[in-house]
């Protein structure tokens, strides 16, 4: 499985963005589930939001609830982060992540066995 992230960008407070990740090759990961992860400087990577493809469930982190919402293109192995209201505290590399089979553990980065490249968020204030 192959991720590309992509949607990244410079930002006013405030402003929007919508992150893409796209999977290509063995893609029965459609089976599992996807997310997004971040990392700013000088911190650990930390959980955004998880798809669970089967359910169509989603989850977010406390600290993103109300302003970020992960989605699925019915049409394709894409999935979306849009990023609303956002601060100067987003700013981090966002990552796509994806594993075959669901995990209680969705919010653990080392659950997960396929990753994209990242893609940089800056929010200026």
């Known amino acids: 499985v192959q991720l590309q992230a992509s949607g990244g960008g410079l930002v006013q407070a405030g402003d929007s963005l919508r992150l893409s990740c796209a999977a290509s090759?063995?893609?029965?990961?459609?089976?599992?589930?996807m997310a997004w992860f971040r990392q700013a400087p000088g911190k650990e990577r930390e959980f955004v939001a998880a798809?669970?493809?089967?359910?169509?469930?989603?989850y977010h982190a406390d600290s993103v609830k109300g302003r970020f919402s992960i989605s699925r293109d019915n049409a394709d192995h894409t999935v979306y982060l849009q990023l609303n209201s956002l601060k100067p505290e987003d700013t981090a590399v966002y990552y796509c992540?994806?594993?075959?089979?669901?995990?209680?553990?969705?919010?653990?980065?080392?659950?997960?066995?396929?990753w994209g490249q990242g893609t940089q968020v800056t929010v200026s204030s």
């Open positions: 090759g063995r893609t029965s990961v459609e089976y599992g589930l």
């Open positions: 798809y669970r493809w089967g359910t169509r469930s989603t």
């Open positions: 992540a994806a594993r075959r089979g669901f995990s209680v553990g969705y919010y653990a980065s080392e659950q997960y066995a396929y």
